[in-house]
């Protein structure tokens, strides 16, 4: 099974800063990586896949990079609206896909 | 637009049995491997299973696998989770989810709003 680690597990950030959030691999998943949010109460949605395409519909202030072991998805310019649970997860082992703990973005 | 709506939650006893319904639209249902995620409360994301759009190929995960089944009726538009010799620890939202782009699967997902299980005595 292959391991995805976040961190940090809580992210405190100001609107109209920066965050950039981690995402690490137990063994190399290719570009096999996406990014969902999930606000309270509500379902994830789907924000990066291919570890740096944007969903349809995702504002471009999300972007996702990196390859093999280390990920990571910078959100800049924060809004109200994206202090939300962030989700990675690999899709390279159809037979188990695996989620990361998640990281929660917090207004500081 | 992708629609995706689950139905079938409940509330039941450790040891019985419950069948999930997710009712899809706004597309071509057959062409696309569908999965069922599951959230247990306060809790991060679960991946259960994934079947492929023509339901040759169904994968699970080691902690449901012989217990839940996913099939999926192509003719309905619709997907299901019979799950069976239900745990206290199967407890959570469970959510239907479609894949982006391959009949295969690999992800990513569009996801449905959930329904809610609870395994209780």
């Known amino acids: 099974e292959i391991l995805m680690t976040q961190s940090p597990a809580t992210l405190s950030v100001s609107p109209g800063e920066s965050a950039t959030l981690s995402c690490r691999a137990s063994q190399s998943v290719g570009s096999n990586l996406a990014w969902y949010q999930q606000r309270p109460g509500q379902a994830p949605r789907l924000l990066i896949y291919g570890a740096s395409t944007r969903a349809t519909g995702i504002p471009a202030r999300f972007s996702g990079s990196g390859s093999g072991t280390d990920f990571t998805l910078t959100i800049s310019s924060l809004q109200s609206e994206d202090f939300a649970v962030y989700y990675c997860?690999?899709?390279?082992?159809?037979?188990?896909?695996?989620f990361g703990q998640g990281t929660r973005l917090e207004i500081k | 637009e992708v629609q995706l709506v689950e139905s079938g939650g409940g509330l039941l006893q450790p040891g019985g049995s419950l069948r999930l319904s997710c009712a899809a639209s706004?597309?071509?249902?057959?062409?696309?491997?569908m999965s069922w995620v599951r959230q247990a409360p306060g809790k991060g994301l679960e991946w259960v299973s994934t079947?492929?759009?023509?339901?040759?190929?169904?994968y699970y995960a080691d902690s449901v696998r012989g217990r839940f089944t996913n099939s999926r009726d192509n003719s309905k538009n619709t997907l299901y989770l019979q799950m069976n010799t239900l745990r206290v620890d199967d407890t959570a939202v469970y959510y239907c989810?479609?894949?982006?782009?391959?009949?295969w699967g690999g992800g990513p997902w569009d996801w449905g709003q959930g329904t809610l299980v609870t395994v209780s005595s």
């Open positions: 989810a479609k894949d982006l782009t391959s009949s």
């Open positions: 706004g597309f071509t249902f057959r062409n696309y491997a």
């Open positions: 079947i492929s759009g023509n339901s040759a190929a169904t």
């Open positions: 997860q690999q899709s390279n082992d159809w037979s188990m896909y695996t």
